[in-house]
C-alpha cells in the first residue's frame, strides 16, 4: 500500500515531514481523513488537532491553531499559523505540552473544547 507524505509548516519552520498511512484533519466544516491515492483538494483548517499514522504503526498529533491544507494524490500539506507537536510526550513532558497547547489557543473562541480533545489523546 502507497504511504502518504505529510508537511506540517509554520511561519517558524517544519514541525514534521514524512511519510504516514493515513492523517486526520480539523477542517473548517469537519474533521476529515485523508488515505493515499485521495482527491485532490484545497480546503481551510479551524484550530483542534492534527493525527496521523506514521509509517512504523505509531499514531502522533499536532495541535493547530488554524491555516490550510493542499492535499494531492500522495501529499497533504498543512500550513498553519502555529502548531505544539505532541510527539513522544512522556509524563514530565506533558504539562510543558499543555501549557504550549494553552498559549497557541488563547485566541480561539473553541479552545476549551480543544484543549479537552488534546488532554483525552494524551492519557
Known amino acids: 500500500m502507497a504511504n502518504l507524505n505529510l508537511e506540517i509548516i509554520t511561519p517558524n519552520g517544519l514541525i514534521f515531514s514524512g511519510g504516514v498511512k493515513d ?3 480539523p ?13 485532490g483538494l484545497f480546503t481551510l483548517l479551524n ?5 496521523f499514522t506514521k509509517e512504523s504503526g ?13 492535499v494531492e494524490s500522495n501529499s ?7 502548531a ?12 510543558k505540552a499543555l501549557d504550549g497547547v494553552k498559549d497557541l489557543l488563547q ?3 473553541d479552545s476549551q473544547n480543544i484543549l479537552a480533545s488534546v488532554e ?3 492519557r
Open 23 to 25: 492523517v486526520v484533519l
Open 27 to 39: 477542517g473548517e466544516e469537519g474533521e476529515f481523513g485523508v488515505l493515499p491515492e485521495h482527491v
Open 47 to 51: 484550530a483542534g488537532v492534527i493525527e
Open 58 to 70: 505509531d499514531v502522533d498529533a499536532v495541535v493547530i491553531s488554524s491555516g490550510n491544507v493542499t
Open 76 to 82: 497533504v500539506i498543512a500550513l498553519v499559523e502555529g
Open 84 to 95: 505544539v507537536s505532541l510527539e513522544g510526550k512522556g509524563d514530565g513532558d506533558i504539562a
Open 107 to 109: 485566541d480561539v473562541t
Open 120 to 122: 483525552a489523546r494524551m
